[in-house]
Nanobody, 127 residues
Framework: QAQLVESGGGVVQAGDSLRLSCAASGRTFSMYAMGWFRQAPGKEREFVAAITSSGSNTYYTDAVKGRCTISRDSAKNTVYLQMNSLTPEDTAVYSC????????????????????WGQGTQVTVSS
């Protein structure tokens, strides 16, 4: 069982950068594929990025491709989401999630393929 705690959110201006962190408990972090999702007010949860258990492969939604980078540090049991060139459309609650490491990368875009979720961290981008 994994517990996930996000941090790094905040209020920034358009064009700024943020790095979100997701700290995972437990010894099996390296076995999990990890993902980031976001949910804006009045909208459904949206996939942002995913990374395989080994960290060797990543996948992004088109809306953030080229602006965001997902990475993981197994020594720290932490996954990161570096976000650059933020826009007001990036305003949302960002949550990390952990899923079965055997899940194909493209399937990691689906929220129901994840077993554990963090509480989320708010990102607000002002224009």
């Amino acid at each position: 069982q994994a517990q996930l705690v996000e941090s790094g959110g905040g209020v920034v201006q358009a064009g700024d950068s943020l790095r979100l962190s997701c700290a995972a408990s437990g010894r099996t972090f390296s076995m999990y594929a990890m993902g980031w999702f976001r949910q804006a007010p009045g909208k459904e949860r949206e996939f942002v990025a995913a990374i395989t258990s080994s960290g060797s492969n990543t996948y992004y939604t088109d809306a953030v491709k080229g602006r965001c980078t997902i990475s993981r540090d197994s020594a720290k049991n932490t996954v990161y989401l570096q976000m650059n060139s933020l826009t007001p459309e990036d305003t949302a609650v960002y949550s990390c999630a952990a899923g079965d490491g055997r899940t194909p990368l493209m399937i990691l875009t689906l929220p129901h393929r994840y077993d554990y979720w963090g509480q989320g961290t708010q990102v607000t981008v002002s224009s």
